[in-house]
């Protein structure tokens, strides 16, 4: 799509067209709705002022990237978003040239950004990125180190502060809202660069003082002046849908040839009333009715996360020492009910998970049993913290580690199958799973027996319930759920004992099933009397192979000296692509159907 010689009517229109295609799109297919609605009028800007085919265009998370796709090459395409094989819901290089930079988890784009200008500098060229970041990703501390240096190498980059929720600066009164305006006019702009080159500059030292002591002074009453104490240029806010307004500041940013913030005021869901505002259920969507905004019903089976959740609330009303933390997925990870009825022990800190991990290990150093919930894929994010500040010192933190497996269409940035392989490894650590809502249950209140650290970890969605009684969980002890007469026996861990559950009734033979529950540690005593009865194991579990549940047997059986036929029927060594959950598997060769025939 043609932006570039188009005039404000036309740009208004293309705005307009491109609203009415994601809200019919999303309304049938689902998808990233309200943040992507708030950025139409900014993004039709960036591509109006920059040339995108030469400047870096960034997106941090790239929630709000389906204009962006609209207005490169994917209009006809985009009915395919977030479905199998079609277009991804993030930013994707592989997918178009105009895609700078895989995107999916937050507060990367300034950091890329700063990347990309050294590249430009040492190689001459005259290109300029420009990032658009919500303010929502501003509360993560990998900002504010690549600010740092920003301000520091002054490298031209446009960051386009996309604030829908006025977190980062609420104004102060009108006449904060006046300052504002006037510091991103074309005027007031030329004439500080006049002001600090011709007059500043060569006043007398008491007077430059004085001078550079008022335009401080003004900053701050204006919301700029963290920005500006870090030597970057600030602009705004601004109207985010006034396309003149954001075009206009646009052209002065970048001509300015240097670090600029442009600070725009957006409304999520601008365009469709429903989801304007605030609304946290609009952001992330399934199919739902245009006309009235109600979303089309889903299974009614209860959720894997709403299941910790109530267990959680009911032992935190037992044990006043349970605290908990997530990090800006309250709803998502079902923190928001406990936050509502202990808003003292229960808390988002926002899109820091390094902050998180680090400041519940100083509450059990206090006496505390934090439990931090954070989606297994957002969970790498504290890998260190988890190290360092967690197992060094044995804490007994809890992990619940929620969307573990194949979370479906959101796709490789989000997937969760590498928390077995990265957790495994370390000293202290405790790693279990349960396979259904009961064994869910007991698993938190291990956790909160366990005096080391411990990882619990649970699907998206809903477990299938077993018809096995459930019991509680002992450390290291596993569960022999099927006593059978065949040679072959079965491993299932976490949501993967239904798995091999579903394989096994679709098969002739009789075949036991052991439910694993602790893949570290690891049910010697009963692995070494399984050995002696079954010549071919089968693993189940939703992870990565590499690293994952039948590395770890592998490195027991191993250490006895016993020879069996391991096969691993876990992710292969590649990146998982979005689409429906069972699509995924399907390509991966791991519906039971499918997995009979591999047993065969």
Known sequence: MEIKDKNLEELEKICSDIRDRIIDVVSRKGGHFSSTLGAV???VAMHKVFDIKKDPFIYDVSHQCYPHKLINGRWDEFETIRQFGGLSGFTKPKES????FVAGHSSTSISLAVGAAKAIKLKGEDRTPVVMIGDGSMTAGMVYEALNELGDRKYP????LNDNEMSIAKPIGSISKYLSKILAGKYYQAFKERVD???IQHLPTGATYIAKKIEESMKLITPGIIFEEMGIDYIGPIDGHNLEEIIETLEIAKAMKKPVIVHARTVKGKGYKFAEGQHERW???GPFNVDNGKFVKKNSAKSATAVFADALLELAKK??????????????TGIDKLMEEFPSRFWDVAIAEQHAVTSMAAMAKEGFKPFITIYSTFLQRAYDQIIHDVCLMGLPVVFAIDRAGIVGNDGETHQGAFDISYLRFLPNMILCAPRDDKTLEYSLEFGYEATSPCAIRYPRGAFKQLPYKASKFELGISELLKEGTSNKLFIGYGAGVSRACDTEALHKEDISILDLRFVKPLDEKKLKELASKYDDWYVFSDSQKQGGVASAILEFLDKQK??????????EDSFIHHGDTKKVEESLGLLPEQLVLKVK
Do not use: Q, R, W
């Open 41 to 43: 009028e900014l993004t």
């Open 97 to 100: 040239d105009a895609d700078y």
């Open 157 to 160: 980059v446009v960051i386009i």
């Open 197 to 199: 080159k011709n007059i």
């Open 283 to 285: 952001h992330g969507v």
């Open 319 to 332: 044990h006043e020492n349970i605290v908990g933390v997530t990090a800006a997925m309250p709803s998502g």
């Open 562 to 571: 016993v020879c069996i036929n391991v096969t691993s029927f876990e992710y």
